[in-house]
């Protein structure tokens, strides 16, 4: 069952907290993106139809509030 979007914003303003703090703590990037990418897909995992493209998008802003260029995906310029 899909969360609600109240509930998916909660779990993003969560990942915003923990990738601040991974910034800030994390000598290795490899586990920075390690622990972005299983907190990320488990919050995509969680996401239904609807609100697929409202999770990626603030995925991406909090990327970009730390600096970090999103990739663009497969075959996208």
């Known amino acids: ?3 609600t979007r109240a509930e998916l914003d909660g779990m993003l303003d969560e990942l915003d907290r923990d990738l601040a703090m991974l910034v800030l ?3 290795d990037h490899e586990g920075l993106w390690a622990a972005f ?3 990320a897909d488990a919050i995509c995992a ?3 139809p609807a609100d697929i493209a409202h999770v990626k998008f603030r995925m991406d802003a909090i990327l970009r509030a730390q600096g970090i260029e999103p990739s663009a995906p497969d075959g996208v310029p």
């Open 25 to 27: 703590n994390e000598a």
């Open 46 to 48: 969680k996401a239904g």
């Open 37 to 39: 990418a299983a907190q």
């Open 1 to 3: 069952m899909s969360s």
